[in-house]
């Protein structure tokens, strides 16, 4: 069973950059299918991107897409968000989720790290 935390939010101005991380102190990260997405007070959570098992393969969405990256070191048991060119528009509680391939929903999620980008 996973037990997800997410790290390395914070404040960052207007075209900043961050990385968020997601562990897994239950050490079975690299079992999952992980996603992330993301929340901002009065709206849906929204869907960001998602990693396979290999790590090869992602997806993001068309907000996000050529300006953040989703990466996994199975070695470290973590899979990054990497955001650059950051937008005020981005300012939301980043959380990341699991799920076994081929589930339909996620399983398994974090707290949320709170990301926010001033104008």
């Known amino acids: 069973q996973a037990q997800l935390v997410e790290s390395g939010g914070g404040l960052v101005q207007t075209g900043g950059s961050l990385r968020l991380s997601c562990d897994d102190s239950?050490?079975?990260?690299?079992?999952?299918?992980v996603g992330w997405f993301r929340q901002s007070p009065g709206k849906e959570r929204e869907f960001v991107g998602v990693?396979?098992?290999?790590?090869?393969?992602?997806q993001t969405a068309d907000s996000v897409r050529g300006r953040f990256t989703i990466s996994r070191d199975k070695t470290k048991n973590t899979v990054y968000l990497r955001m650059n060119n950051l937008k005020p528009d981005d300012t939301a509680v980043y959380y990341c989720?699991?799920?076994?391939?081929?589930?339909?929903?996620?399983?398994?999620w974090g707290q949320g790290t709170q990301v926010t980008v001033s104008s």
């Open positions: 989720a699991a799920k076994i391939r081929g589930a339909e929903g996620y399983t398994f």
């Open positions: 239950a050490g079975a990260l690299s079992m999952y299918v």
């Open positions: 990693i396979d098992l290999s790590g090869r393969n992602t």
